[in-house]
């Protein structure tokens, strides 16, 4: 039944994409990160459902009558540095087949993340894209949390075998990084049971986090829940809500919990994290053999993991790869920076200080955990490098037109805007908001 539900609604999407191409990206979204079909026993579980979705859409991008730029930013252009970079080390690569078959797999990825970057260019479409993040991994949030706290913290939460989110570690931090997005809705919407809901799948999935006995999803929420106080709005009654909800989440889980995550302090005898420091010491050798490329795409073949990702990209391609990934996520982080200081002050544009801050909040709970999580072309972080992207085009629109008076506010659609202000760096082309959702 399962099977037959996901087909249908997959198949009776692709009308819908063809005549509106951005609800080609909610559904890759939502199959990419629920992965629905993999919660199904029959013929829908390898049916490539993806693949399908991402052709309708370009097939749709081809017939489009809306504008098909790119934002040209200086993120995109070292999102596509990095992937050249990746396509060079493969060249190089140590196992050539394994990295060639890997690299198809991240291209396909990047692709999606370009097609976002060119489709999703008003708020409604980005508001949508955020809640099919939110319900797709919240749905494991709310599951695992309920699960866990039926079972005195028995229930070992795991995400569907055989995708990006299948281990409790991956699922761990792709649930931590959805929390800020559910606080974003919540600052959003003005119906009181919808504010009550989205608190209560928060505090869900915090407790589907624990759930998964992950170590470092624990002290990467440790990490964000203190940067998501200080960047949220209303701290004080947030801050409370936490500060109540959290010592209780703690209760819940039983001794074996417990003792599992104190071994943090005893790491010297704990396999599990002298394995991690195994493959941290190959990644860095191997990148001080081979420090411009690495050993390409797979080079932990013969480890059981990367364990982090700084180190997996280190390893995979070299000290360049390295510094590209961590400029990217420099760049990122300053134009969020950038997006909270100039809407600060602005009524229209609270909505773009809100998801930036939360994304940044995300970045942190990214940048943490995964320091020991090889987890580096994890999707959902290039989405949030392309909705960060374009809150940063669509505000430095918006100031453009302010500042350029009438004249600018008429000539804002179909084409490319006004010079960007002064002191606004960064951005070659501006994408122009859409006239329709």
Known sequence: MRDL???????????????????????????????PHRLSWGFAADFPFAMIIAVATMVAILFSNESKRIPWTRETAILLLFIVWMAITTVFAVHPELAQEQLTKVVKIQLMTFITLMLMVNKFRIDMLVWTIVLSLGFFGAKGGLFTILSGGGYHVLGPPGTFIGGNNELGLAML???????????????????????????????????????????????????????SR????????????????LSLMPESWHARMDSIK??????????RFRAWNFAWETALDRPLTGDGFQAFAGQTDAHSIYFEVLGEHGFVGLAIFLLLGTLVWRSGTWIIRRSRNNED???????????????????????????????????????????????????????GGAEAREGTIGGFQRPAPKNVRGVRALQPLAKRN
């Open 349 to 403: 544009c609270k909505w773009m200080m809100d998801l930036a801050a939360m994304l940044q909040v995300s970045m942190v709970g990214y940048a943490v955990a995964g320091a020991a999580l090889g987890l580096a072309y994890f999707d959902l972080v290039y989405h949030f490098v392309a909705i960060m992207i374009l809150v940063k085009v669509m505000l430095i629109s918006y100031l453009a037109r302010q500042e």
């Open 177 to 231: 990084v959805t929390i800020p997005l559910i606080r974003y809705l919540q600052l959003q919407t003005h119906k009181v049971w919808v504010r009550h809901g989205l608190m209560l799948l928060m505090l869900l999935t915090i407790v589907a986090v624990l759930g998964t006995q992950s170590r470092g999803a624990l002290v990467g929420l440790g990490a964000m829940g203190l940067m998501l106080i200080l960047k």
């Open 5 to 35: 539900f996901v087909t249908l609604v997959i198949f009776g999407s692709l009308p819908l994409i063809l005549y509106r191409p951005y609800i080609g990206v909610i559904m890759w979204s939502w199959v990419g990160y629920m992965n």
């Open 234 to 249: 209303k701290k004080l009654v947030f801050m409370l809500v936490l500060a109540m909800a959290v010592p209780v989440a």
């Open 266 to 275: 005893n790491y010297e005898a704990d396999e599990s994290v002298q394995g």
